[in-house]
């Protein structure tokens, strides 16, 4: 039997056997002890059953995944959609749930209100979570528009989250490390550099370039800071085809010897681009995995799983199948139950569940939920990616279909209301009234150019008038990269019998607005502020 036969939990044992000692690990300061003698009950109870890659088809990158106990948390980038920085959770790295969000709102200025600017593909990018136990808080460490970092603490995930302090130096891509109650940040772009915070983390101590990376390697960035047996590890992506290590056996500020992990590899999303920029995690049974994301446009940067061993001179290597990262591994640990990513939402509280998030932040006086969602018109404009309360949901994929039902009632002559596949290139099939009729239409050629302006702001390409004040709008997204990549559209008078309306939309897949296609509803005003709309219910389904 080779060694990638063997169910995980003795993979664990003979990575100790290669210089690796496991025990519960403390989040961020992983520092590990003696394996034990005995075989786990993992062990005991043979091979978990497998998992497939993607672990979760929804678009969450830059990744940051920790451990606390045995609840596992993932941090990732969200930039100009509010609330910022979204935290899935976890019993067993392979099934994962919304949690919360680190910032509630974006308020880093007027353009994330839609207020005279625009924060498209600005916002929070990667960033950084940390669990401090000696006063059980987590911290998140992140960038805002280059040019400003802040830190937010809470004592739990799910909030309140409050902005601690503005740090008065810049960290790009910063990887925060909690290491004997202190405070470290990896940071930087081809230049790396480590720094020490202050013990309540509001300024900083020291700051040291440790590494230049060398032209033939080009571009890194990315860091994720870890401790793990008395070594300092700083995670790095040549993006978006590479990860390398830093490793100190001297303390924090090094010195630092690199190390290549992956380059070019196969990924296991077909279609898809290499896994990179991710984050490493132990489990409480002893083993460590990597959590990356893999580029799979129009869906955006999904995640995959991978097993990892270690050599006897402490360096971590991934477990490849077929020189490739692997399509399905062993699981980590028991499946537990967690809230789905798809079903329906009736909006029957006060405020959203974590797995929405606004275009920019809303205008909080003109929504309101219980009953179901009710929008009223917050902006005047032609233009969708002008409108405000723009309300968004990931795409699952590979396939998906989102279903609103849409009281209209409320409508008032010029105004635009329905469901949207959103991105930098745009469609939407939704309800416009004028001169006091109703018609549903579809709308495509809604365009941005590389600057995130507007160039398009669509047109209709098929429609028809119904009557009543009710109808059900439905798109249905492929977000396989390297397929057709079609949308379509189609309503209902009954919630039952559905008709396709216009062409199908092939959805861009141009990297450089970064974020994947999310499933929009809108209502917005051409003439005068005063309409509404209500959304009795929202269903995401797959097939």
Do not use: C
């Not at 045995?70 to 067993?92: E, F, N, V």
């Not at 940067?301 to 971590?316: E, F, N, Q, Y």
Request: charged fraction near 15%.
């Amino acid at each position: 039997m080779s060694w990638l036969q063997l169910p995980l939990s003795r993979r664990g044992l003979l990575t100790t056997a290669t210089g690796l000692a496991v025990a519960s690990a403390t989040p961020g300061a992983q520092a590990v002890s003696p394996a034990p003698a005995v075989p786990t009950a993992q062990e005991s109870a043979g091979p978990l059953a497998a998992f497939t890659n993607p672990v979760l088809w929804q678009d969450f990158a830059d990744i940051d995944i920790i451990r606390v106990g045995d609840t596992y948390y993932y941090s990732a980038s969200s930039m100009h959609y509010s609330p910022g920085a979204p935290i899935l959770r976890s019993y067993d790295l392979v099934n994962w749930e919304f949690a919360g969000h680190s910032l509630p709102s974006l308020d880093f200025g007027a353009k994330y209100d839609l207020n005279g600017g625009r924060g498209y593909v600005r916002g929070v990018w990667a960033s950084s979570l940390a669990y401090r136990r000696s006063n059980s808080t987590f911290y998140w460490l992140g960038q805002i528009d280059f040019a400003r970092t802040y830190l937010y603490t809470a004592r739990s995930v799910e909030g309140p989250w409050s902005r601690h302090a503005e740090l008065p130096q810049v960290y790009y891509d910063a990887g925060l490390l909690v290491d004997d109650d202190s405070l470290y940040v990896a940071h930087g772009n081809t230049t790396i550099s480590v720094a020490q915070l202050s013990a309540d983390g509001r300024s900083q101590i020291r700051n040291q370039q440790v590494f230049s990376t060398p032209s033939s390697i080009g571009t890194l960035e990315g860091a994720r800071f870890y401790k793990i047996n008395g070594r300092y590890y700083i995670f790095l992506t040549r993006p978006a085809n590479g990860q390398y290590i830093l490793q100190s056996t001297s303390g924090p500020f090094g010195p630092y010897t690199l190390r290549q992990v992956l380059l070019d590899l196969r990924g296991p999303v077909p279609g898809g681009g290499v896994p990179h920029q991710g984050g490493l995690v132990q489990t409480q049974n002893g083993a460590w995995f990597y959590m990356a994301f893999v580029d799979a446009y129009p869906g955006g940067r999904v995640p995959v799983l991978a097993p990892v061993s270690w050599t006897g001179d402490g360096w971590p290597q991934i477990q490849l199948a077929g020189g490739a990262w692997g399509t399905s591994y062993d699981s980590p640990l028991p499946a537990r139950p967690v809230t789905p990513m798809t079903g329906a939402d009736t909006f029957d509280g006060a405020g959203l569940k974590p797995q929405w998030e606004w275009n920019h932040n809303p205008d909080n006086s003109r929504w309101s939920a219980g009953g179901g969602l009710t929008l009223r018109t917050a902006t005047v404009t032609n233009d969708l990616y002008w409108a405000r309360n723009t309300l968004t949901h990931r795409i699952q994929g590979p396939t998906s279909t989102a279903t609103i039902e849409l009281d209209f009632a409320g409508m008032r002559d010029g105004d635009r209301a329905g469901l949207a596949l959103l991105r930098d290139s745009s469609a939407w099939i939704g309800v416009r009234r004028d001169g006091g009729t109703a018609r549903v239409v579809m709308v495509n050629g809604l365009t941005m150019d590389t600057n995130w302006n507007t160039t398009g702001t669509g047109s209709e390409a098929a429609g028809t008038t119904i009557s009543g004040t009710r109808v059900w709008l439905r798109a249905q997204a492929d977000i396989r990269p390297g397929a057709p990549r079609p949308g379509t559209f189609s309503y209902s008078t009954d919630g039952t019998t559905f008709t396709r309306l216009g062409p199908a939309f092939t959805m861009g897949n141009d990297w450089r607005f970064f974020m994947g296609y999310r499933y929009a509803i809108f209502n917005y005003a051409t003439r005068a502020l005063g309409g509404s709309v209500r959304v009795p219910r929202f269903d995401l389904t797959t097939p």
